[in-house]
């Protein structure tokens, strides 16, 4: 139980992380947050009672015997109500409600009136879905009473009554069921949108998904983790910003609509129930009360589970989403065995998980079910005495029967949904443990200055690249790749970084594009859009030909002619032959060599001309003739290089050569001959 406790606290707070900036700004505080929360429940009670007054003494007029007939001592009962303190403080609390609206108003601008005024039509809704419920409870006992009576002509006339009613309730009923999927849809899309906004700001996928976390940590109410063991929990950041959202979105407008249908319910009808007898009340309340905390005590177990089921289906999923993307290498290894024992594997996980699930799931199955079931005959228990003793008609007993079935349902909303509560629980923790993590990392210092914007010192469009004594050391690791390292490469100038394996190559090429920040040390480099990084095996992208060629940039930025004309300088006139629509979409990387994405990477290159070009081992897959074409290309565009490789014919497209020991030590000398004028 006091795990059960701990879990839904934590949820709540995750809860209100993640739906309050969609309706108020979460700098705002959690106490303004459910402030117009209550206000709007009571805006919109307050209204409502004052229309159904309204209509009451419209009807009394148009018709003045109807509500004696068919809803007796309703209407008296209501103008008694507004005549009472109850109804001064109703319209207290109406005036209140609208006053901290008009207070907030400044923060419910971009937007944020919308989902607010959804909610409030929706809240409406429900209450006058209440009410026809209550007025029904009341018909029904009519129709009872006219049966017993044998009164034909009464029957029927109730019965139109009835099938009125429930006629006025279905328009109201879709409604209901239009406007709450509907405000999930907006909901999902607008924290899709945040989520995915953060998931690209200063990076942040690339310091989550490779346990990348540099600089202090800004989270806005952040998980109070750090480094690479924070962003390793974080598994699955694609299956949270889609399915993760949907589902979080719909089940909180679902939860918080049946927790205030609830709430109505257990006022409307608890009214109703006491008027007929104040034993029943009592009764049902005890009843309510142990069958709850029984429920609660069995079902400790299922918020755990259920959050470790979303986990495994995930892991299980995504395996099967890299045989897919690498099936070419996998089927080139044979690695149909392997791979088939690591799915195997993973799913058997799952399906553990999944049987621990179901046995628990089963045992509250089957409290729910004798709870509900003994709950229908205490309402008999209690009345049949009085009905015995003439106390009461025979129509008691269907509406004490409807009034306690409502007021036992609002009263055990935890009971009858915790199997789903607890689901619930599981994915807000995911979600928000996402949420946190990619603020922290969106939120951290810059690795490297945006466009335009100099270090402290410095200009603010550095023409160089500038390393004044760097020292680098992996993150998460304490290993020195390189000490004191110090150069500058000016435009047109060209560097070769060799090297054994391992010795930190790529990882210098990191540092110089800012991927990765120097343990010691300043590193300048050019603006955004002046320093490209093409790795060993480029990026293709999910669309056309053109969107190929033009990546980042737009589309549209190039005519077709310069697309031509680019493939043809890095050696690919055969890819316009075989797709002379450039508007074609293919699976390229399946469909493409190696060799043929690093040309292709090349005719990127050649669009975007930045002054400066970083190259991880960009000609690898290519010939002697075919690496030189390319080369020569970028020299006659006077760009500056930072090449990585392991060919000794590099050598002759660069001035320097910069070897690194992958013990912190380096060498730096002409790339010409083997004498290396600095060694530290």
């Known amino acids: 139980m006091k795990g059960w406790w701990s879990s839904l606290g934590g949820a709540m707070g995750g809860l209100r992380r993640l739906s309050q900036p969609y309706f108020l700004p979460l700098e705002a505080g959690a106490g303004p947050f459910a402030l117009l929360l209550a206000a709007l429940v009571a805006v919109v009670v307050g209204l409502g009672l004052l229309l159904l007054t309204a209509a009451l003494a419209i009807g009394s007029a148009l018709i003045p015997d109807w509500q004696a007939r068919f809803l007796p001592g309703v209407a008296p009962g209501v103008m008694a109500f507004w005549h009472g303190p109850i109804g001064w403080i109703l319209l207290g609390l109406l005036a209140a409600g609208a006053l901290a609206f008009w207070i907030y108003r400044g923060q419910l601008r971009q937007g944020r009136w919308q989902p607010w005024l959804l909610l409030g039509w929706i809240v409406l809704l429900i209450l ?3 009410g026809i419920n209550v007025a029904i409870s009341f018909i029904a006992r009519n129709i009872d009473n006219a049966l017993v009576n044998h009164q034909s002509e009464a029957f029927w006339r109730i019965v139109a009554i009835y099938g009125l009613a429930l006629m006025m309730a279905l328009p109201i009923r879709a409604s209901q069921f239009y406007l709450i999927p509907r405000v999930g849809v907006l909901w999902r899309q607008w924290l899709s949108q945040r989520l995915l906004a953060l998931y690209l700001r200063q990076r942040a996928y690339y310091g989550l998904n490779t346990g990348l976390s540099a600089g202090p940590r800004a ?26 959202t949907a589902s979080f979105t719909g089940t909180s407008l679902s939860v918080a609509v049946g927790i205030l249908e609830a709430v109505l319910s257990f006022f409307s009808f608890i009214v109703v129930l006491w008027t007929i007898n104040g034993r029943l009340a009592l009764w049902l309340l005890v009843y309510a009360v142990f069958g709850t905390a029984l429920v609660l005590l069995a079902s400790g177990r299922l918020v755990a589970l259920n959050g470790e089921q979303l986990r495994l289906e995930a892991d299980f999923r995504y395996g099967l989403v890299r045989l897919r993307d690498n099936a070419e290498s996998i089927a080139f290894y044979r690695g149909e065995a392997r791979e088939g024992e690591q799915a195997r594997h993973r799913l058997r996980r799952a399906i553990r998980n999944a049987q621990r699930l179901i046995t628990w799931e089963a045992l509250i199955g089957v409290i729910q079910s004798s709870y509900n079931d003994f709950s229908d005959i205490l309402p008999w228990l209690v009345i049949a005495p009085l009905y015995f003793a003439r106390q009461v008609d025979f129509g008691v007993f269907g509406q004490a029967g409807i009034a306690f079935s409502q007021v036992l349902a609002s009263v055990s909303y935890l009971v009858n949904n915790i199997d789903r509560l607890a689901a619930f629980s599981a994915s807000i923790q995911r979600l928000e443990g996402f949420q946190s993590e990619v603020e922290s990392l ?13 270090q402290p010192g410095e200009a603010a469009s550095p023409a160089a690249i500038r390393l004044s004594h760097v020292a680098l050391t992996p993150p998460g690791s304490d290993r020195p790749l390189i000490c004191d390292l110090s150069f500058v490469l000016e435009q047109g100038e060209r560097l070769l970084v060799m090297g054994p394996s391992g010795c930190g190559k790529t990882s210098l090429l990191r540092l110089v594009s800012g991927l990765w920040p120097a343990s010691a040390g300043q590193v300048e480099r050019p603006p955004a859009g002046e320093l490209m990084f093409i790795p060993q095996k480029p990026y293709m992208l999910l669309g056309s030909l053109r969107e190929q060629l033009c990546y980042p940039q737009d589309p549209e930025a190039f005519s077709d002619d310069q697309l031509r004309h680019v493939l043809a300088e890095v050696l690919l ?3 316009v032959t075989r797709y002379p629509d450039l508007d074609i979409r293919q699976d390229w990387p399946r469909l493409l060599s190696l060799g043929e994405q690093q040309r292709l990477a090349f005719a990127r290159l050649l669009l975007c001309s930045p002054r400066f070009v970083v190259l991880d081992e960009a000609t690898s897959a290519l010939d002697g003739a075919a690496e030189q074409v390319l080369y020569d290309q970028l020299l006659r565009r006077r760009m500056g290089l930072i090449s ?32 290396l004028v600095h060694t530290y």
């Open 573 to 575: 006139p055969d890819l």
């Open 219 to 244: 989270g806005l109410g952040g998980s109070g983790s750090s480094g690479a063991a924070a962003a390793a929990e974080i598994d699955n950041p694609d299956q949270r910003i889609s399915e993760d």
């Open 128 to 130: 006058v879905i209440n």
């Open 442 to 454: 969106a939120l951290r210092p810059a690795l490297a200055p945006p466009a335009g914007e100099g």
């Open 644 to 675: 990585v490789g392991h060919r000794p014919s590099l050598r002759r497209y660069h001035d320097r050569l910069l070897e690194l020991d992958g013990r912190g030590g380096w060498r730096l000398g002409p790339a010409a001959t083997s004498d």
